[in-house]
């Protein structure tokens, strides 16, 4: 599995991006799909993962209402939509793979794409 994530960029507080986390190479049908961001000087944090199955999304608790995941294709391509952003979401976005599902932890994941760069600042 190839997973490539694209979409970030540089916006102001209060603006909007759709991240997209493209898959290639065998189904993810038995995957689920996570989203994490790294800041500088951090570790790799949980944003939110659509479930194996392919409904089921969990976000981290401070992002509800404003971050939101959907997929296209059975997963072949997941999205990330950021809403309202603020300064503080300014990181490298990651989307992995794993067969567990709901895990918030990286070690747990298996296929990871590049990072993608979101800016945020005025």
């Known amino acids: 599995v190839q997973l490539q994530a694209s979409g970030g960029g540089s916006v102001k507080p209060g603006e909007s991006l759709k991240l997209s986390c493209a898959a290639s190479g065998p189904s993810l049908s038995s995957y689920a799909v996570s989203w994490f961001r790294q800041k500088p000087g951090g570790g790799r944090e949980f944003v939110g993962q659509?479930?194996?199955?392919?409904?089921?999304?969990y976000l981290r608790d401070s992002l509800k209402g404003r971050f939101f995941i959907s997929a296209r294709n059975e997963k072949a391509t997941v999205y990330l939509q950021m809403n309202a952003l603020q300064p503080d979401d300014a990181a490298v976005y990651y989307c992995a793979a794993s067969r567990r599902d709901g895990s918030p932890r990286p070690n747990e994941y298996d296929y990871w794409g590049q990072g993608t760069q979101v800016t945020v600042s005025s």
């Open positions: 659509l479930g194996w199955n392919g409904r089921n999304t």
